[in-house]
């Protein structure tokens, strides 16, 4: 089993900024993507930022400039530092991790269980 924690979340204020974090533990071989996508009340869950293995970064166009993807792949960790937030980043957000469960398996796709950035005007 593979669990995707995530933490950070929280109330800021517009203009402000917010750090999540996202640790991958239990049977991993190796991790290929990471991301972060979130989900407003109502609304289809979107992508927020994508990180693979290597360092490549895919970013939705609202947050480009503004929102900044890393991994540390030794602690199969991901991060998502949000400046200049607005009250439309409000949502919770999910880490994604596609992860290989031991040498020659498939890659499987997980999910956190969300943690709730709210921005107030």
């Known amino acids: 089993q593979v669990q995707l924690v995530e933490s950070g979340g929280g109330l800021v204020q517009a203009g402000g900024s917010r750090r999540l974090s996202c640790a991958a533990s239990g049977s991993i071989f190796n991790i290929n993507a990471m991301g972060w996508y979130h989900q407003a009340p109502g609304k289809q869950r979107d992508l927020v930022a994508t990180i693979t293995s290597g360092g490549s970064t895919i970013y939705a166009d609202s947050v480009k400039g503004r929102f900044t993807i890393s991994r540390d792949n030794a602690k199969n960790t991901v991060y998502l530092q949000m400046n200049s937030l607005k009250p439309e980043d409000t949502a919770v957000y999910y880490c994604?991790?596609?992860?290989?469960?031991?040498?020659?398996?498939?890659?499987?796709?997980?999910w956190g269980q969300g943690t709730q950035v709210t921005v107030s005007s």
């Open positions: 994604k991790a596609d992860v290989s469960p031991y040498s020659g398996s498939g890659y499987y796709a997980y």
